[in-house]
C-alpha cells in the first residue's frame, strides 16, 4: 500500500523590506551624479504636524525621509528612520567634489560648517546664506545656484517655512534638501553618543542638550500630534506615499552596498 507525501509547504513571499539611510544616501547621490536633482524634505512628529497645519504640498516633494522614531511609529509605517543626520553625512560620503550651498541658521555656524565639509569630505562650499540675515528670495536663489553651479543645495529654516522654500527654490540639476537641525549639530563633537541610536533615545539627548528650546516639542507637541494621528498618517502615508516611497524602496542601480562611483 503507497502512501503519498504531502509536498513541503510554500515558503511564504518574500516582503519588500524598507531601506535604510544607506540606501537613501545612495538615491540621493545617484539623483547629484545623473545632474536629475530634486527636492528633499524630512519630518518628525513636530515638523510634520506643523508642515500639515501650514497646508506645505508634499506630494511635491521628490524624497521624504522619517526623522524620528515617534512618528514612524505614529504614522505605523515600515520605513526606517532616515533622518537628515544619518543620511548627510554618508551622502557626503559617497560623492566626490560636490559644489554645495548652505542656506540658513548663522553666518559663523555656516563658516564652520563648510570647513568641516571640506576638510573631512574634500567638496566645496561655493554659497553660503545667512537664514536671518542674507536669505534671499526663492527666485533670487535660483538665480544664484545656477551661477555657481551648485549640486546640492542644504537648507535649515525651521519648519514649516523651509519647507516651502526649497520647493519654491527647486531647481532643475540641483538637489535642494532641508536638513533638519543638521546644520547646528555638524559641527558638535559626537552630538549623538553612540549609544544613543541603537537604543532610539536621540531625541532624550537632544532635550538633555537643549531643554529650554525643545522640553515642549517632546511634551505639548507630541500630545498634539498623538490627538492629530489620523491626519498626520494620511498626510505622511497617502499624500507623501509617492516621495516617501522614493526614499524607502529606490529603484534604480543605486545600491547600499556598492558606493556610488
Sequence with gaps: MSTSVAPPPA????????????AFAAVLAESIEQRRGGTVTWFNHYSGLRALQAGVPVDRFDYLGL???????????????????LVMPLLLERTQGLRIALIGSRSGT??????????????????VRDGYDELPEPAELR????????????????????DFYVLDAATPGVLVTTCGGWLDQFTAEAYYPAWAYPLRLNWLVRLAR???RLWRRYTVDAARALRARAALTEYVTVRGRRPLDAAERPTGSASADAPAA
Design 11 to 22: 515558503a511564504p513571499a518574500e516582503q519588500p523590506q524598507p531601506v535604510g539611510p544607506e
Design 67 to 85: 526623522d524620528g522614531v515617534f512618528l514612524c511609529h505614529l504614522v505605523r509605517t515600515e520605513g526606517c528612520r532616515t533622518s537628515a543626520d
Design 110 to 127: 555656516l563658516s564652520a560648517v563648510a570647513e568641516k565639509i571640506t576638510a573631512e569630505y574634500g567638496h566645496q562650499v561655493v554659497l
Design 143 to 162: 538665480r544664484q545656484l545656477g551661477a555657481a553651479r551648485v549640486q546640492l543645495a542644504v537648507v535649515g529654516l525651521g519648519a514649516p517655512k523651509q
Design 210 to 212: 537643549e531643554p529650554r
